[in-house]
Structures are given as structure tokens and as C-alpha cells.
């Protein structure tokens, strides 16, 4: 009686497993990637051809009706795009991404070199920002990370508070009187006061788990996380509210790096080995507007052991001009950009 016992086992689950499976979904859209103007058709797609009563889309938590065309002002990215199906008073949920990448190409910059000064080959810089005069810079690797108030002209360090050995060092950016420095993988930040530069206070990331680079436009700050992402975040809670991808008329862009604000754009370092390059990036949207090209400057600079990428970038708002550099780069130099 036992194996009889085991079979009837055997065959009610695997009638569970078949209704299980038949009420599996999947959605599908009428393009694998998109640009903004295109419209998008959503589709539920079941092997069991299981008959529903409606059915819920919604992009980035927001509903949405099918077919739908993308504004020209649209997020881009991989958009998160999810379906609930009413099957007789049950819900199932089930999601996707859908790409949508930038209508036209990113212009191409080209600098041209106005000065060298000198930096400190042994920082591993993560962050760079001006507040006139004064240029405050962090450095990564555990063991050696810091914070650091430096004399541009002269590569001398006017004040360095030294993070603890635990600790890797990532982006800082200036507002309100506070210097706000991001580590990588420790899921942390500090706050300082600008002038002491004594820590106040810390906080904790959200879904963006690494720190990378961190500016702001004078209310919102802006992170980037070592993906195409960059987050949004409230300048007094630090708490994320939303995010951008770094997004050109070919694909998605990630090992998003150090960034810096300037007259409404992010300036985004990117952490390549081969190319020394800088993104334009629209705030509003993530499309990448414009690509500058550093080549040549890493060639400049002392060839040491454990030279590494362009990373560093600052305004000088009096000057005009950009200031940029990279981890373990015995110069920094001061240019101006020009379209190619």
C-alpha cells in the first residue's frame, strides 16, 4: 500500500507543479532596445495559454498604458517594467527591463593644455573639488586614504585627515559648509566640517552598496555607485531618491567614477584602463551628451609603479577652467575643452 501511497504523492504534485507552471507569465515587448519617440508594446506571454481578466503595466513603479510612447525627456536606461495579472481575484507579478537608449550620438571634446602643477604621486585620488581658491581632494586604498586640503599651485598639503586602515577612500564633493566623502565597499560616508575638516558625523548607503564618485549642484547630491548608475540624494539626509543611467545612442555606460557638477551637467570619470575619458552626462535624463578625450596626458606625467586611470576633475569657476588628474599622477593639469 505504500508505494500507492507514494504514487498518489507523486502525481498530486506534479498536478500542482503543471498549474504552477501554467500561471508562470512573461513579458514581452515589440522592440529589444528603444530610443525616445519610439512607442513601446507590451505584451503577457503564458505557454498555457491561461486566460486572464486584466492586466496592470507599469515603468519605474509607475503605471502606464500599452501601447506607450517615450517623451523625448524620458529616463534612460534599463527600465524596470513590470505586469500584474488579475486571475480571478489573485494577483501575479512578473518583471523585466526594457532599454531605452539616446536618440543621438555624444558630441566628441578635444582640451587644450593651459598649465602643469604639480600632485602627489602617492595619492590614490578619488576626489577633486574646488571652493575658490582651495582644492580638496580624497584619496582611496586602505592604509593610505585620506582627506586633504592641498595648495593647487604648489602640490602641498595644507591639512590631511587619514581615514581609518578599514576604510577605502572614494569621491567628496562641498556643500553647505560641509565636506561629504564616500568609501567603497564599507557602506559608508563621513561628514566634516569644510573648515576644520572634523568629522561630524556619518551615514549609511541605500540600494547603491559602493561608493564611487559624489558632487552636487548646490541642493541635490549625485553618486555614482561603480555601475551606470547614478543616484540622486537628499544634501541634508543623504537618503537616495532616485537614480539616472549613463546612456548613449549605442548602449549603457558603467564603471560610472568620480564626478564633478558644472553649469547644469554632470562630468563623469569613468574607470577604463585603455582610455582616459570623461563623460558629459544630462542630470535630468542620463543621456551621455558628450565624450572628452584626455589621451596623451597620462603620458606626461612620472611612469612609477602603480600608475593608474585619469581619475580627478574639477572647476576652477574663477579660472574657467577644468583641473584634472588621475590616481598616482605625479601632475595635475589645467585645460580648457573645445568640441573635435
Not at 39 to 49: A, C, F, G, P
Not at 73 to 87: K, Q
Request: aromatic residues 10%; contains cysteine.
Amino acid at each position: 500500500m505504500k508505494w500507492i501511497t507514494m504514487l498518489l504523492t507523486i502525481i498530486a504534485l506534479k498536478g500542482c507543479g503543471n498549474e504552477n507552471n501554467a500561471l508562470k507569465f512573461k513579458i514581452k515587448a515589440n522592440q529589444k532596445t528603444f530610443v525616445t519617440g519610439d512607442t513601446l508594446h507590451l505584451t503577457i506571454q503564458n505557454r498555457k495559454k491561461t486566460a486572464y481578466d486584466s492586466i496592470q503595466f507599469s515603468l519605474r513603479g509607475e503605471r502606464i498604458a500599452s501601447p506607450y510612447v517615450f517623451s523625448e525627456n524620458a529616463l534612460l536606461g534599463d527600465i524596470p517594467t513590470e505586469a500584474v495579472v488579475f486571475i480571478g481575484g489573485k494577483e501575479f507579478q512578473t518583471t523585466t527591463n526594457v532599454r531605452l537608449l539616446n536618440k543621438t550620438a555624444p558630441s566628441l571634446y578635444t582640451y587644450t593644455l593651459l598649465n602643469e602643477f604639480p600632485h602627489d604621486k602617492q595619492a590614490y585620488t578619488q576626489g577633486l573639488e574646488f571652493d575658490g581658491e582651495r582644492l580638496y581632494e580624497s584619496t582611496g586604498l586602505r592604509g593610505k586614504s585620506s582627506l586633504r586640503r592641498v595648495n593647487y599651485k604648489t602640490g602641498a598639503i595644507e591639512k590631511q585627515i587619514d581615514l581609518d586602515a578599514s576604510y577605502f577612500g572614494e569621491g567628496l564633493t562641498l556643500i553647505n559648509g560641509k565636506i561629504i566623502q564616500l568609501t567603497w565597499q564599507e557602506n559608508t560616508g563621513f561628514i566634516y566640517d569644510q573648515e576644520s575638516m572634523a568629522m561630524e558625523s556619518s551615514f549609511t548607503f541605500g540600494q547603491s552598496k559602493e561608493g564611487w564618485g559624489l558632487c552636487n549642484d548646490g541642493t541635490v547630491l549625485y553618486k555614482s555607485d561603480g555601475t551606470a548608475k547614478i543616484w540622486t540624494l537628499d544634501a541634508a539626509t543623504q537618503q537616495e531618491t532616485s537614480y539616472i543611467e549613463a546612456t548613449t545612442n549605442k548602449t549603457i555606460i558603467t564603471k560610472i567614477n568620480e564626478l564633478e557638477w558644472v553649469n547644469g551637467a554632470l562630468y563623469a570619470n569613468t574607470y577604463q584602463t585603455q582610455k582616459d575619458v570623461v563623460l558629459i552626462i544630462n542630470p535630468e535624463n542620463g543621456a551621455v551628451d558628450g565624450i572628452i578625450d584626455f589621451d596623451g596626458l597620462r603620458s606626461k606625467v612620472e611612469q612609477i609603479e602603480g600608475l593608474d586611470v585619469l581619475n580627478g576633475i574639477a572647476y576652477h569657476s574663477g579660472r574657467k577652467t577644468f583641473f584634472v588628474t588621475g590616481k598616482n599622477w605625479s601632475k595635475m593639469f589645467e585645460v580648457t575643452l573645445q568640441k573635435k
